[in-house]
């Protein structure tokens, strides 16, 4: 396909993670859907496998998604690709020993001697930077990592608001990539496109885009096509976009969607905004950001808010 775009093996386009020199697929495999427990472990080694060999070859997991077994499976679907694959994790920890027994875990169950990328995990709670980055932060814990060679690249993610988000970006630290929401509906409400995108892009540091379809789909729910919905996110200057995938058939369709992607003109992303103006700006199709639904359990914990469906204290 001459189209100018720059094509791994399998077909997929690539593109710079912001100023790393590594090279991603525009999509990549999200760690939180391919070992959901209706999947069994083989049918997760072949689900990954598979999509490696298709060309999606970022692949993205975290410490804490199903308790360790993301990244226990990933460990082993990865025996033989490990070499294929930017590899990225995710940590929990927001003190450095935390953090340091979280990478101590995470490469024992992915069965690698370094991460390409690690991440601290959901930047939603508005002390979250001052955590980090403070004295005895898990930012130590990433810059040790680093120095020692078991990390390459150190970054972000965070889901719930973009002035989070922009507070990490004014910490004393050369952030290598941010992992955020990215779809149409965004565009109108706590956007990360318009109020984060702009400011990763001119730092160089690469933006991993999620959230695409909305979680669990409420961009289809709002009458988009997959198609729309990847199609506009990959438009933005993003590095890559994370895809929720746990079958084969999801699989086809995102591989599909990668290969045959055209980004969208100026006057058709307009227009798709437009379209889903109605909807989007109280947040109704994005819970991640107006609730704290999708929030990890984890997290919660942290910060002292009871588990999701409970009544706290009065």
């Known amino acids: 396909m001459d189209d100018g775009l720059e094509r791994n093996t399998g077909g997929i386009p690539v593109r710079e993670l912001g100023r790393t020199g590594l090279k991603v697929s525009i999509v990549g495999l999200g760690g939180g859907?391919?070992?959901?427990?209706?999947?069994?472990e083989g049918d997760s080694i072949r689900l990954v496998r598979t999509?490696?060999?298709?060309g999606m070859t970022?692949?993205?997991?975290?410490?804490?998604?199903h308790g360790g077994e993301s990244e226990r499976r990933l460990g082993m679907a990865l025996q033989g690709y490990r070499d294929d694959v930017v590899l990225m994790t995710k940590v929990c920890g927001r003190s450095r020993a935390a953090a340091e027994e979280n990478l101590h875990d995470s490469l024992r169950r992915l069965k690698t001697d370094v991460i390409d990328v690690w991440q601290f995990h959901e930047m939603n709670y508005d002390n979250d930077p001052e955590w980090i980055c403070g004295p005895n932060g898990a930012l130590e814990a990433a810059t040790a990592a680093r120095k020692a060679g078991k990390v390459r690249f150190v970054g972000f993610t965070g889901h719930k608001s973009p002035h989070i988000l922009l507070k990490m970006l004014k910490q004393d630290f050369e952030w290598d990539t941010c992992q955020m929401p990215v779809n149409v509906m965004d565009a109108h409400y706590r956007s990360f496109q318009n109020e984060v995108l702009p400011e990763l892009n001119r730092r160089g540091i690469g933006c991993i885009g999620m959230k695409s379809l909305g979680g669990d789909g409420q961009m289809i729910a709002a009458g988009l096509t997959p198609q729309q919905a990847r199609g506009?996110?990959?438009?933005?200057?993003?590095?890559?976009?994370?895809?929720g995938i746990e079958s084969m058939d999801n699989l086809q369709q995102d591989l599909d969607i990668a290969r045959n992607f055209k980004p969208m003109s100026h006057e058709d992303m307009t227009l798709v905004r437009e379209q889903v103006r109605a909807q989007a700006t109280d947040g109704r199709h994005e819970l991640f950001k107006s609730t704290q639904y999708y929030d990890s359990l984890t997290h919660r914990e942290q910060h002292g808010f009871p588990p999701v469906g409970t009544v706290g204290p009065r």
């Not at 999509?51 to 298709?54: D, L, N, R």
């Not at 970022?58 to 998604?65: K, L, P, R, S």
């Open 33 to 40: 859907h391919f070992c959901r427990p209706h999947i069994d």
């Open 232 to 243: 506009y996110a990959l438009s933005l200057r993003v590095s890559t976009l994370v895809c």
């Open 58 to 65: 970022f692949i993205d997991t975290a410490w804490e998604y």
């Open 51 to 54: 999509a490696i060999e298709g």
